[in-house]
């Protein structure tokens, strides 16, 4: 097969990350955590033309699934004074857990199907339909079973994480907290800035007076010159009357 191009295709990347509010639902704590996503997008520049185009509509793609994703987004974050997983985040994880489960048995599906059709079992189901249809039943059922059975392990209530990990939680600080570390950010800014604000000020003033001094050397050599110009008339004058 010979691929003929017929135009470039752009690829977009964005990272981006969002503060998300909880509120504890068994000690009434407020904290927050940050939810981190990606986005990605496609772009095509037909015949090679419009490479700008392109990708600026891959990363406007790109950050459109981001803010969707970010919208959606919901972590594993316990509470920082309590440690409790709200429900609606345990039951985030279950649904992907469900989620993968799912993409995983329609990957095992296609085996499934061949090897029924192809006469594995054929000694106990010899009508080939029947046979794929209790294949196709018979792993459906043992992947919703599975499915089911490590949705209900992961309980980080009960310290069950599998199928994920301790450290994969996101990390969570009380609301309190972070609005003092807010503050104390705001304060080394408001200084950060009056510093500057004052070097300006010490800059200028140098400046000025700097200028002053030349200005006043620029004069004195002006009154200098005038004066000697002076003496010079001066002593052009007496000449004549020697
Ligand atoms: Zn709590």
Redesign the pocket.
């Known amino acids: 097969m010979v691929l003929i191009p017929i135009g470039t295709s752009h690829s977009a990347s964005i990272e981006g990350m969002r503060l998300k509010e909880v509120c504890?639902e068994?000690?009434?704590?407020e904290y927050i955590y940050f939810a981190q996503r990606t986005g990605q997008g496609q772009g095509f520049a037909p015949l090679f033309l419009f490479q700008g185009a392109a990708e600026n509509s891959a990363e406007k793609a790109a950050y459109e699934r981001l803010q969707k994703a970010l919208d959606k987004a919901v972590d594993i974050a316990p509470?920082p004074?309590?440690?409790?997983v709200k429900e609606f985040m345990v039951r985030a994880k279950r649904v992907a857990i469900w989620q993968v489960t799912a993409a995983a048995a329609f990957v095992f599906l296609l085996p499934v199907l061949l090897f029924s059709a192809f006469g594995v079992g054929k000694s106990y189901v010899p009508d080939t339909v029947s046979r794929v249809a209790i294949g196709t039943v018979m792993e459906v059922v043992l992947m919703a079973a599975v499915g089911a059975a490590v949705a209900m392990v992961f309980s980080p209530n009960d310290g069950r994480y599998f199928p994920f990990f301790r450290k994969s939680f996101q990390p969570t600080v009380t609301a309190e907290d972070y609005r003092a570390q807010l503050a104390v950010e705001h304060e080394q800014q408001q200084q950060e800035l009056a510093e500057r604000a004052e070097q300006m000020r010490q800059n200028k003033e140098r400046m000025e007076a700097e200028n002053s001094v030349k200005r006043e050397r620029a004069k004195a050599r002006k009154e200098e010159e005038a004066r000697k110009m002076a003496e010079r008339a001066k002593g052009s004058n007496r000449r004549p009357q020697v």
């Open positions: 504890c068994r000690c009434r704590c509470c004074q309590c440690g409790r």
